[in-house]
């Protein structure tokens, strides 16, 4: 079974500093997608980025980018210049690319911008 | 572009009561998934949609839940004899017709048993 580790409940940032999050995951698939979402105080789940397995570059959005490290298994995410509406949870998540279309989140990251 | 909805927000039940929540997906979107979500943790699957088929359910999904989509369109989520186990926030996604496309999430429901 896959399962998505956070091992950081909660960080905090400096407004205009960069943060990095930390995600590790347990698959035996070599296909699959990573996402980062992020959800606000108002709890609506919004998708930050997301990353395909077989492709080497690391994608990026404006100011967040990821470092997928396959082999390691390790997908973090990089918030630069960080802003005041950054502040949420962040859940890291993971999808195989065949058969089950679910996604297996992590526990979470409660990110703090501290003005 | 209209986003996932989801109604009631809120609910507040007794224990022992049925619930049922709804669920509009985005329009074009033929695949739906359910999660449910407690204080602390991340989304957990409990059941998809392609269109009117339901494909996958999940453990947790226990026989007192049941869920539809009679016509691949809304969805709606059934609780019967509610526990205070059950108290969560029921979030629901839609996706597009490709496996490989990103599920956007609703506002979700916050259930709350009594």
């Known amino acids: 079974a896959q399962t998505v580790t956070q091992s950081q409940p909660e960080m905090s940032v400096q407004e205009a500093e960069t943060v990095t999050l930390s995600c590790t995951y347990d698959t035996s698939e070599s296909d699959y997608y990573l996402f980062w979402y992020k959800q606000p105080p108002s709890r609506q789940m919004i998708l930050v980025i997301r990353q395909e397995a077989y492709k080497q570059q690391n994608a990026t959005e404006n100011r967040f980018s990821v470092n997928f490290q396959k082999a390691a298994k390790s997908f973090s995410l990089k918030i630069s210049d960080s802003q005041l509406g950054d502040a949420a949870m962040y859940f890291c998540?993971?999808?195989?690319?065949?058969?089950?279309?679910?996604?297996?989140f992590g526990t979470g990251t409660r990110l703090t911008i501290i003005p | 572009d209209t986003g996932v909805s989801q109604n009631p927000r809120h609910k507040i039940t007794k224990r022992g009561q049925n619930v049922t929540f709804r669920c509009d997906p985005i329009?074009?979107?033929?695949?739906l998934y359910w999660y449910r979500q407690t204080l602390g943790q991340g989304p957990e699957f409990l059941t998809y949609?392609?269109?009117?088929?339901?494909?996958?359910k999940s453990r947790l999904l226990s026989d007192r839940f049941s869920a539809e989509r009679p016509k691949g369109s809304f969805s709606t989520l059934e609780i019967q004899r509610t526990e205070q186990g059950d108290s969560a926030m029921y979030l629901c996604a839609s996706s597009a017709a490709s496996v490989a496309d990103t599920q956007y999430f609703g506002p979700g429901t916050r259930l709350t048993v009594l």
């Open positions: 998540a993971y999808r195989p690319n065949f058969g089950n279309e679910k996604l297996t």
């Open positions: 949609f392609q269109n009117e088929a339901q494909l996958e």
């Open positions: 329009s074009e979107h033929n695949r």
